[in-house]
């Protein structure tokens, strides 16, 4: 029972445009969600947060809109940047229940120049 | 560079071997956390210690253990290995529990 999905495995974003990454997810306790950006080799990097309790959080060019009702939350590259290039995933997990992460199987992303 | 540091980076072992992987947190976090990432399934949450004590559990196998030591560094130790286990192993470290986990680069192991 896969509880947070990615379903599109790729995206290809001409550079300077906007990107958009989807989750979805099915487990109302989740109360915080999270965005990670891997590139090859190396460990999943922290991008941007967001509690339950906020349906936006923006940091820099990331922003990231939460639709509780929908179980749905979005990641928007503006404007991207070749170096985005990398594979995205969305975590979420219930705060004071182990904190453990849940993930999505991640999207990749390819910024053309 | 994220801070937290795990070594090996690529382990290659037979069926039937131990091993241990090992994970050093960012300076000031105390939990540790334990990933899998196979091709098949995603990364997967294995367990947490929260200073030396352990406070959650994934779908780690009875094969596995962790401990987390007094200097907060972690071990994860994989028994009577099975080609299935070959793997990325990802280690991540928070301050709390509701801050963003930091995630280390991996440890590769390969079963032969």
């Known amino acids: 029972d896969q509880q947070v999905k990615q379903n599109s495995p790729s995206l290809s974003v001409q550079e300077g445009r906007i990107s958009i990454l989807n989750c979805d997810y099915t487990n109302s306790m989740f109360d915080y969600f999270l965005w990670y950006k891997k590139y090859p080799a190396e460990g999943p990097t922290f991008l941007i947060s967001i509690s339950s309790i906020k349906d936006k959080n923006e940091d820099g060019r990331f922003t990231v809109f939460l639709n509780k009702s929908a179980k749905h939350l979005s990641l928007h590259i503006v404007p991207s940047q070749p170096g985005d290039s990398a594979v995205y995933f969305c975590?979420?997990?219930?705060?004071?229940?182990?904190?453990?992460?849940?993930f999505g199987g991640g999207t990749r992303l390819m910024v053309k120049p | 560079d994220s801070g937290v540091t795990q070594t090996p980076k690529h382990l290659i072992t037979a069926t039937g071997q131990r091993v241990t992987l090992r994970c050093s947190p960012r300076s000031g976090d105390l939990s540790v956390y334990w990933y899998q990432q196979s091709l098949d399934q995603g990364l997967q949450f294995l367990i947490q210690?929260?200073?030396?004590?352990?406070?959650a559990k994934g779908n780690i196998l009875e094969r596995f253990s962790a401990q987390q030591f007094p200097d907060l560094h972690s071990e994860l130790n994989l028994s009577s290995l099975e080609l299935g286990d070959s793997a990325l192993y990802f280690c991540?470290?928070?301050?709390?529990?509701?801050?963003?986990?930091?995630f280390g680069d991996g440890t590769r192991l390969s079963i032969l």
């Open positions: 975590a979420a997990n219930v705060n004071n229940a182990g904190n453990m992460l849940t």
């Open positions: 991540a470290s928070s301050i709390r529990g509701d801050q963003p986990q930091h």
């Open positions: 210690y929260y200073n030396g004590e352990e406070r």
